[in-house]
C-alpha cells in the first residue's frame, strides 16, 4: 500500500479543492434536493450541445472552471461557473469574440 498523500505538502491546494479544509467543514452541507432552474437547465443544454458537436469537452468545462480565480468562484453558483467556463472556452476557442458576448449580455439584460 502506497503511504504517500495524494498531494504533496509542498504543493499549495488549489482554491476549488475544498475537501478536508477546515473553514468548510464545520458547515452543514445541505442535503435536500434542489429543483434546477430554467437557466441550470440552458446551461446543462448548452453544455451538452458543444460536447455533441464536438466543440468543448467535460474536461474543458472542469479546467475552465477551476481556472475561475478564488473570490468569484465562491461567488457563483454552480452553474454560473460552467457558463463562466462555457464562454471562457468559446472565446480562446474563437467561436465567439469578447465584443459579442458583452453585446449578448447586454441583450439579455434588458
Given at each position: 500500500m502506497n503511504d504517500k498523500p495524494l498531494q504533496p505538502?509542498?504543493?499549495?491546494?488549489?482554491?476549488?479543492?475544498?475537501?478536508?479544509?477546515?473553514?468548510?467543514?464545520?458547515e452543514p452541507v445541505d442535503r435536500d434536493s434542489h429543483s434546477l432552474t430554467?437557466?441550470?437547465?440552458?446551461?446543462?443544454?448548452?453544455?451538452?450541445?458543444?460536447?455533441?458537436?464536438?466543440v468543448m469537452s467535460v474536461d474543458e468545462l472542469r479546467r475552465g472552471i477551476e481556472a475561475?480565480?478564488?473570490?468569484?468562484?465562491h461567488r457563483l453558483s454552480y452553474y454560473q461557473r460552467w457558463i463562466r467556463?462555457?464562454?471562457?472556452?468559446?472565446?480562446?476557442?474563437?467561436?465567439?469574440?469578447?465584443?459579442?458576448?458583452?453585446?449578448?449580455?447586454e441583450r439579455a439584460s434588458c
Amino acid at each position: 500500500m502506497n503511504d504517500k498523500p495524494l498531494q504533496p505538502e509542498d504543493q499549495p491546494r488549489a482554491h476549488h479543492d475544498m475537501g478536508g479544509v477546515s473553514k468548510f467543514l464545520c458547515e452543514p452541507v445541505d442535503r435536500d434536493s434542489h429543483s434546477l432552474t430554467e437557466f441550470d437547465r440552458t446551461v446543462d443544454a448548452v453544455r451538452g450541445l458543444l460536447g455533441a458537436k464536438g466543440v468543448m469537452s467535460v474536461d474543458e468545462l472542469r479546467r475552465g472552471i477551476e481556472a475561475i480565480p478564488e473570490a468569484e468562484y465562491h461567488r457563483l453558483s454552480y452553474y454560473q461557473r460552467w457558463i463562466r467556463s462555457i464562454a471562457d472556452n468559446l472565446m480562446v476557442r474563437g467561436v465567439i469574440t469578447e465584443a459579442e458576448l458583452a453585446a449578448a449580455l447586454e441583450r439579455a439584460s434588458c
